[in-house]
């Protein structure tokens, strides 16, 4: 495949455009879908990140801020991809393998995990398992540990998508433990995270009736990229032992912590784990190695009946020969891990955060001081006034009525208070560039003219049950092309993306609301 430079001295892909304009599966009737494929629908329809990164990814020209992602690699990988020991095909690759994946993989995991990690003994590959993603692995453990209707306990804010990874078909529940930017006594900073108010929450849910089964937590942090002390982990670990409860710790950022001075404390680093048969470690290749499109999510459990649990499930979330070989590859090959692949990617993630920081400063926009992440916790309480979460989704409209997509505190991280957006870096130097003008514009109009509502539209949303098929395809071909007519980014770098097509914009935003259920996080 070949690359084009973009500006920074960024390889991207030469097929590469803004956003991919698709006309989704709509099916004027749900008449064909049992009930329940429809109330998966409706969930997955309510998780906010789903449905907002559907919309940024079907409209042409949005900068995508919201989505995860590190796409500042791409030409790092172009090349060893094409490394000829990568390119091998061998036979059994093609045929069935262990369905937890295949034995050299898992070897290959087990010595870069007890490498990278610090682990405090060697891994056994015997106890790694591998599917296609994190999220999904989420979903065999939660489902291995608990039954419907049964809770975990997550602190929040925190990365919206777990709600339907855990959710979706385990069916569990998530209790928050909530973290507010008001510091509680022993607090040393906003959303400060402590044992103690896990402890509380876990004894106000069960006095509730609630069945709690265990605690997930992300470390580091998704949206706050704090990065959490052995003592806060161990302090943790001992709550959890004295109540019986499970510790999945989704460390899946571990390597993308671009802070030199910043220590990282693994759970597997601890030499004495209280309850080692309820702690499992879920970490993927998605963010620390920049591959979301690969789907590999691995789980590190000393626990046999949940490594059988997961194994009797994981039928249904394999990943292809090919791939675990690739992955093989890269995980092995140590000298570029740390010549070539770490320090660059460090370096380049600096450098953006650091423009997007200084932007934003310039904004008179705090934001929170996080060693790890691919993101900013940003606080835009000042331009949202009054300061209410219906005002959020309000800034957030503007946002994307100008082209560029952040997700917003309440809806994408269940966050208790509203003015906090979560803002990706991570992203093609141009896109950083046009992104943050438009942010710009943005908080201008709404210094000199206040946050005003949009206008509402008179008529009535349609809902998928009173839309017809050839309507809905009609209008978003039509707005397809009215999009595609207004020109590239590159073109409308100091003009209102939204003033081009405002009729087919509002259109497709009411469109939008008839659908249910796409978009990832």
């Given at each position: ?18 956003a ?83 034995l ?38 939660a ?8 809770c ?82 161990m ?14 710790m ?5 390597m ?20 080692p ?33 997961v ?51 310039a ?37 994307m009525?100008?082209g560029?997509y ?97 009729e ?8 939008m ?9």
């Amino acid at each position: 495949m070949g690359s084009e430079v973009g500006q920074g001295g960024i390889d991207r892909p030469k097929s590469f455009n803004m956003a991919v304009v698709e006309k989704p599966q709509i099916v004027g009737s749900q008449q064909f879908i049992s009930d329940r494929a429809k109330q998966i629908c409706k969930a997955r329809g309510e998780i906010f990140l789903n449905t907002a990164a559907g919309r940024a990814w079907r409209i042409k020209g949005i900068v995508d801020f919201g989505v995860s992602e590190n796409k500042l690699m791409f030409d790092v990988f172009e090349k060893k991809l094409a490394e000829p020991k990568i390119q091998t095909l061998a036979p059994h690759m093609l045929f069935y393998d262990v369905m937890a994946g295949n034995l050299r993989f898992r070897g290959a995991l087990a010595e870069f995990l007890t490498e990278r990690l610090n682990a405090a003994k060697p891994l056994d590959p015997k106890n790694v398992r591998v599917c296609n993603g994190a999220g999904p692995m989420m979903e065999l453990v939660a489902s291995s540990i608990g039954d419907p209707g049964d809770c975990l306990m997550m602190p929040m804010p925190c990365y919206g998508g777990v709600f339907w990874d855990v959710g979706g078909r385990a069916e569990i529940n998530v209790v928050p433990v909530h973290l507010t930017s008001k510091m509680e006594e022993g607090d040393t900073m906003p959303f400060q995270l402590t044992a103690k108010k896990i402890e509380d929450t876990y004894n106000k849910a069960t006095a509730e009736g609630k069945k709690i089964v265990g605690i997930l937590l992300i470390n580091p942090h998704n949206p706050l990229g704090d990065i959490y002390s052995a003592e806060l982990i161990m302090d943790i670990l001992n709550v959890c032992h004295r109540h019986s409860l499970h510790v999945i710790m989704d460390e899946i950022y571990m390597m993308s912590i671009f802070d030199t001075e910043a220590k990282f404390t693994s759970v597997l680093s601890l030499p004495n784990i209280p309850d080692p048969q309820r702690v499992h470690l879920v970490w993927g290749f998605a963010k620390d190695f920049c591959m979301s499109g690969m789907r590999c999510g691995v789980l590190y459990s000393v626990n046999e009946a949940v490594n059988k649990a997961v194994d009797a499930l994981i039928y249904f979330n394999m990943i292809p020969g090919p791939i675990q070989h690739v992955l093989t590859e890269i995980v092995l090959d140590k000298e570029w891990l740390d010549n070539v692949f770490i320090p660059t990617k460090y370096s380049r993630m600096r450098e953006a955060r650091s423009y997007m920081c200084d932007k934003l400063s310039a904004l008179g926009i705090p934001v929170r001081k996080s060693p790890s992440g691919l993101y900013i916790w940003a606080d835009f309480r000042k331009y949202i006034q009054p300061l209410t979460p219906e005002n959020e989704l309000v800034l957030f409209e503007k946002f994307m009525d100008a082209g560029v997509y952040l997700t917003p505190g309440i809806e994408a991280f269940n966050c208790g208070e509203p003015g906090f957006f979560r803002m990706v870096f991570t992203v093609y130097r141009d896109h950083l560039e046009v992104g943050m003008e438009r942010i710009a514009a943005v908080l201008k109009d709404c210094a000199e003219n206040g946050l005003t509502k949009p206008q509402a539209d008179n008529a009535e949303a349609p809902t998928s049950a009173d839309v017809k098929e050839e309507s809905l395809e009609d209008l978003l071909g039509l707005l397809q092309g009215r999009i595609s007519s207004s020109g590239w980014l590159e073109e409308t770098r100091t003009q209102n993306w939204a003033t081009q097509n405002p009729e087919a914009l509002e259109q497709f935003k009411q469109a939008m609301k008839s659908q249910e259920g796409f978009g990832d996080k």
